[in-house]
C-alpha cells in the first residue's frame, strides 16, 4: 500500500505542521512514512510545499509527478502550481481562501481566484472546495484551519489512519492551551461538506474536442479557463450553461466569446433547442456563426462532431 499526500500553501499556513501531524499518525500504524519541504523565500507568503509518502518500497521522499493521491491546498493559485504532480484519479481538498501573492501587489500580473478556481474545476475530476472565510468563522481562529482541513480530508477516506488516530496524537503532543482549540477545529472539519464534491464533468472526443457539463459559466473569464485546458481545440456545451446575458447582443457577451475563440484558436459548439430565440438579430448572428463555424448552434453533440471532426 502507498498513500501520496502533498499539501501547499504559503508561509504562515501552518502547512509543516499538517504535514508532520499526518506523519506522525502514518508511522503509529506500522507504516514507513517519507517526506519533505520546499519553503518560499519569504518566512510570511512564500509558497510552502510539503511532501509526505506513506506505505512500503517507497525510496524517495518527493512524490512524483502524476502521483499525489491527494493533495491539500490552502489557496487556489498554488494549487495551480502543484496541479501536475496530482495523479489522474487523485483527490484535492481546496480552500478557497484568496491571498493575492507578492508579485501581483506589484503587478507582474493579475491575480483573479475566481478563473483560478474555474481553471481547477475543469481539470480536477475530485475536487472539495471549502469556503475560507466561513471555516475560519467557524473556528475562530485562522491558525487552526490546518486541522480542520485534516477533518475534512479524514471524512473522505483520505488516510490510513482515523480521527480518533490524529486525536489521540494530538492530546499527548499539544499543549492544554492549545489542544482544545485543535479538537475544536479538528470536529468543525469532521462535520464539513464542501461546496463541490467533484470537479467539473466532461468528455473528451477525440482531437482536442471536450465536451463541458456543469461548467458554471458567468463571465468572459469563465470561457478563458475552459479555452486553457491543456488538450482543448472545441468545446461542446449545453445551451443551458450559457448565461442569459450571451444571447442578449447589446450586452456584448457573444461578441466577446466570439473574440475570445478567436484569440485562442478554438472552437465552440453551443448545443439545444433553439426555437425560443425570437430575436431577429440574434438569428443572424447564429446564422452567420455556423456559416463560419468558430461557434456553432447546433441540436446535438453528434452534429457538432461531424462539423468538427
Not at 482541513?149 to 489512519?161: E, I, K, N, Q, R
Not at 492544554?176 to 470537479?199: D, F, V
Request: hydrophobic letters at 45%.
Amino acid at each position: 500500500m502507498k498513500k501520496n499526500c502533498l499539501i501547499t500553501g504559503v508561509g504562515g499556513q501552518g502547512t509543516v505542521l499538517l504535514s508532520r501531524l499526518i506523519g506522525r499518525a502514518a508511522l503509529e500504524q506500522g507504516l514507513a512514512v517519507r517526506g519533505t519541504e520546499t519553503i518560499g523565500m519569504a518566512q510570511r507568503g512564500g509558497s510552502v510545499v510539503s511532501h509526505i509518502r506513506m506505505g512500503t518500497g517507497i525510496h524517495s521522499p518527493l512524490i512524483p509527478l502524476g502521483r499525489a493521491d491527494l493533495i491539500i491546498a490552502f489557496e487556489c493559485a498554488e494549487a495551480v502550481r502543484v496541479l501536475p504532480f496530482l495523479a489522474p484519479e487523485g483527490r484535492m481538498i481546496l480552500l478557497d481562501r484568496p491571498i493575492p501573492p507578492v508579485s501581483s501587489s506589484l503587478g507582474a500580473y493579475r491575480y483573479d481566484p475566481a478563473a483560478l478556481l474555474n481553471y481547477l474545476r475543469a481539470r480536477v475530476k475530485a475536487l472539495t472546495r471549502i469556503d475560507g472565510a466561513e471555516l475560519i468563522h467557524q473556528c475562530g481562529n485562522p491558525r487552526v484551519v490546518n486541522v480542520a482541513l485534516l477533518g475534512v480530508a479524514l471524512t473522505l477516506d483520505s488516510f490510513p489512519f482515523t480521527a480518533e488516530d490524529i486525536i489521540r496524537i494530538m492530546t499527548a503532543q499539544l499543549p492544554p492551551h492549545y489542544l482544545e482549540l485543535n479538537l475544536k477545529a479538528l470536529r468543525i472539519g469532521l462535520s464539513t461538506q464542501g461546496s463541490e464534491g467533484a470537479g467539473m464533468t466532461y468528455q473528451e472526443y477525440g482531437n482536442g474536442i471536450i465536451a463541458v457539463f456543469d461548467a458554471g459559466i458567468q463571465t468572459i473569464d469563465d470561457f478563458c479557463s475552459l479555452f486553457l485546458h491543456p488538450t482543448c481545440s472545441a468545446l461542446l456545451i449545453p445551451k443551458e450553461q450559457i448565461p442569459a446575458d450571451f444571447y442578449d447582443l447589446s450586452s456584448g457577451f457573444a461578441g466577446a466569446v466570439l473574440q475570445k475563440c478567436s484569440n485562442y484558436h478554438k472552437k465552440l459548439a453551443i448545443i439545444g433547442d433553439f426555437s425560443d430565440i425570437t430575436s431577429g438579430a440574434f438569428k443572424d448572428f447564429m446564422y452567420e456563426s455556423n456559416q463560419h463555424k468558430q461557434i456553432l448552434f447546433v441540436h446535438s453533440a453528434e452534429e457538432a462532431l461531424a462539423v468538427l471532426r
